[in-house]
């Protein structure tokens, strides 16, 4: 209890004798033990109460700062036996963050001893890694959930089944409580708690649940136990969470503020993948481009403000500026030039003339940039809280054309926002034909509850509007992807091959640096400098290399179907050689 004295601003604790002892009211009405405010702060502090001394009939007992220990976290504890004999399975929707997130939730379980199950029929624990961005998504996860509770009614020993992710966190007590669907939630922050959790439901039989968001999680030590260990392609989370708050998107209320990977760490990685042989990465994170690590900076205060491009603006105030993304892009590209860099997904506002300068004069980083326009009219965009208008996405679309005129440059549209009038969409059309996108994510508007949308708007764009305006996006882009498709015939692409093709085992499939998909013949070609020195005898049978899945191969475009590209192998080459001599292949 705090009981008042003469001083209305100043309070004893009447409860604790030690405190009495040190605070004693004076004959004169003063307070012995507490000087007048001519003390400093440190001083007064001296005579403060400490912990003890609010606990009712405590003794007064001094205790060492060293002896203070911090609380032990339960599940950074892992039981390397936990998990012996017993096997999961991750099943995994969503954006490539996901995937990211399924390899990371693998290597928490194989910590613990559990085994990655061939298919979900054959696993002891089945995990559901879930996306919220859209109801489609979600709509997709709830039938499954069906199915599985089907299966676990027809037998006792049905699997345990969780769900991870982002439709974890948004709908964590509609998941476990009303549902009854489920035995553990786990929000994108908790999967070290898996283990625990798990523990809990098998041992215990109680449904568990973690959806705490953190502010510095990213999992930067665990070493993630790759989805498809091809050596060709492999993701790398650089960063989490997003501090646009779009009012469209649930991201920022599910996956929280944004936190960067130390750079080191992030650099480790990427030696390792190149160590392992992998020819591509991608950095991925939900707004990837404003990456920003701050641990290795001392004096925060002297640093300048974060960049940003042109004519664009934040809703936040501007973090300071530690290690950046382009900074960052820069360290690692030099890991290992036979390395692309990929990266996604990535906001316009953070493509600065630095970052679009060095994508140019780095071989290595793909000339391939999503940009995410959501909608070409700028009162949209200002419903949205975008942050840029039309005109000044139009200027980055300028400026990046004239520092990369041959850049492929991808986009996002959301048809049907909400107050969206005709001549809006128009606006959105045709900004779509004055770019003339490579290739575009297109969907119509569902509204999701806890957005800023959801709180201030009305989804009052009826369905079938929604549904004819997304056909006219769509046949907008397939207009002019294939117009722009047609000129790549003649010319010559670096295609990392990535396999066989799906419809024909005599075709292989690669992927171009403009991130499109290329298909040519499966059969021994020769190397690029025996080609370049003899064209007319370098396919000679001594001389050939069957090309296979890690191989830079060149093709030269012969036709389009689509998005993709069809040609024919001409040589097998490195990434620096075909830099350097792709002049010379071309006059070929």
Known sequence: MLGRIAHPSIRICTQSPTWRRKCTISRSGS???????????????????????????????????EELVPNQVPYLDWDPTAGKGRSVFVETYGCQMNVSDTEIVYSIMNQVGYTRAKDPDQADIIFLNTCAVRDHAEHKIWTRLGDLRGKKKASKSGPVVGVLGCMAERLKEKLLEEEKIVDIVAGPDSYRDLPRLLSRVTSQNEKAMNVMLSADETYADISPVRE????????????????????????PFTRGRERSRPAKSIEAEVRDLSARGYKEIVLLGQNVNSYNDLSEVEDIKSLPDAPIAPGFSTVYKRPKAGVTFTQLVDRISQVDPEMRIRFTSPHPKDFPVELLELIRDRPNVCKQLHMPAQSG???VLERMRRGYTREAYLELIDRTRQILPNAAISSDFISGFCGETDAEHRDTVTLMERVGFDQAFMFAYSMREKTPAHRK???????PVKKERLQEVINTFNSMVKKRNQAEIGQLHLALVEGESRRSDTDLLGRSDSNKKVVFSNRAIPKLAQYIANPSEAHGESSLTQPKPGDYVVVKVTNTTGVTLQGTPIAISSLQEFEKLKSKVQNL
């Not at 050596?231 to 501090?243: P, T």
């Not at 708007?457 to 369905?463: A, G, I, L, M, T």
Request: include cysteine.
């Open 31 to 65: 307070i012995a033990g507490v000087r007048h405010h001519s003390r400093t702060a440190t001083d007064r502090l001296k005579d403060a109460p400490k912990l003890s001394d609010f606990i009712r009939g405590s003794q007064s007992v001094d205790i060492k700062d």
């Open 228 to 251: 498809d260990e091809n050596g060709v392609s492999a993701y790398v989370s650089i960063m989490r969470g997003c501090n646009n708050m779009c009012t469209y998107c649930i991201v």
């Open 377 to 379: 009219s700028t009162s």
């Open 457 to 463: 708007f009305q989804d009052d764009v009826p369905e």
